[in-house]
Nanobody, 125 residues
Framework: VQLQASGGGLVQAGGSLRLSCAAS????????IGWFRQAPGKEREGVSC????????YYADSVKGRFTISSDNAKNTVYLQMNSLKPEDTAVYYC???????????????????WGKGTLVTVSS
């Protein structure tokens, strides 16, 4: 299982970024994929998740209405479109794959079991 997040960078508050998670080594559309972030000195936070069983998507309250998760199965890639960015969105963002299920569980980690390296997002005020 390999997951590689990319697309991070420096953006001003109110701006947008699109993160990509390129996946390989498994049947892409059989597992849920989640996005997480960790800011300095803070615990990891589940940001969003996309289920394969029904296509449902889930978002943390802090990003609802601003972030959108989507999947391109032809490219084995999941995206996180981030709009109206705020300084508090600054963090290292990671993508992850579910351990077993094809859906996002309702615990804090969405049932993820495999994690990729992160990409840094910095939002300046």
């Amino acid at each position: 299982v390999q997951l590689q997040a990319s697309g991070g960078g420096l953006v001003q508050a109110g701006g947008s970024l699109r993160l990509s998670c390129a996946a390989s080594g498994f049947t892409f559309d059989s597992y849920a994929i989640g996005w997480f972030r960790q800011a300095p000195g803070k615990e990891r936070e589940g940001v969003s998740c996309i289920s394969r069983s029904d296509g449902n998507t889930y978002y943390a309250d802090s990003v609802k209405g601003r972030f959108t998760i989507s999947s391109d199965n032809a490219k084995n890639t999941v995206y996180l479109q981030m709009n109206s960015l705020k300084p508090e969105d600054t963090a290292v963002y990671y993508c992850a794959r579910s351990q077993f299920a094809n859906y996002c569980t309702k615990d804090g980690d969405y049932g993820m079991g495999y994690w990729g390296k992160g990409t840094l997002v910095t939002v300046s005020s």
